[in-house]
């Protein structure tokens, strides 16, 4: 079993920052992909950035050259850098991530954390 649990969402004015944190704790062998994704009121969820363990990085176009993916793999954690914030960002975050346990591999949902972007 693998628990992700985010941080750092909240509220800010259009042109702010945040930084949301995922750490994923359990008896994980591995970490595969890790990323994000949100979800907006009436809309269907949808990538936002996603990290494979190699490092290689794929950011949705209305977010390019605004958000930053990183993540720590000795802490089994991933980072979403979110500058320049638009009030179409506004939106639920979810963590999302691939990793093995002694099940097999799996992929594994955070709870979500809110981001309202708004003056």
């Known amino acids: 079993q693998v628990q992700l649990v985010e941080s750092g969402g909240g509220l800010v004015q259009p042109g702010g920052s945040l930084r949301l944190s995922c750490a994923a704790s359990?008896?994980?062998?591995?970490?595969?992909?890790m990323g994000w994704y949100r979800q907006a009121p009436g809309k269907q969820r949808e990538l936002v950035a996603v990290?494979?363990?190699?490092?290689?990085?794929n950011y949705a176009d209305s977010v390019k050259g605004r958000f930053t993916i990183s993540r720590d793999n000795a802490k089994n954690a991933v980072y979403l850098q979110m500058n320049s914030l638009k009030p179409e960002d506004t939106a639920v975050y979810y963590c999302?991530?691939?990793?093995?346990?002694?099940?097999?591999?799996?992929?594994?949902w955070g709870q979500g954390t809110q981001v309202t972007v708004s003056s």
């Open positions: 359990g008896s994980i062998f591995g970490m595969n992909r």
């Open positions: 990290q494979t363990s190699g490092g290689s990085t």
């Open positions: 999302n991530a691939g990793a093995s346990t002694w099940g097999g591999p799996g992929a594994y």
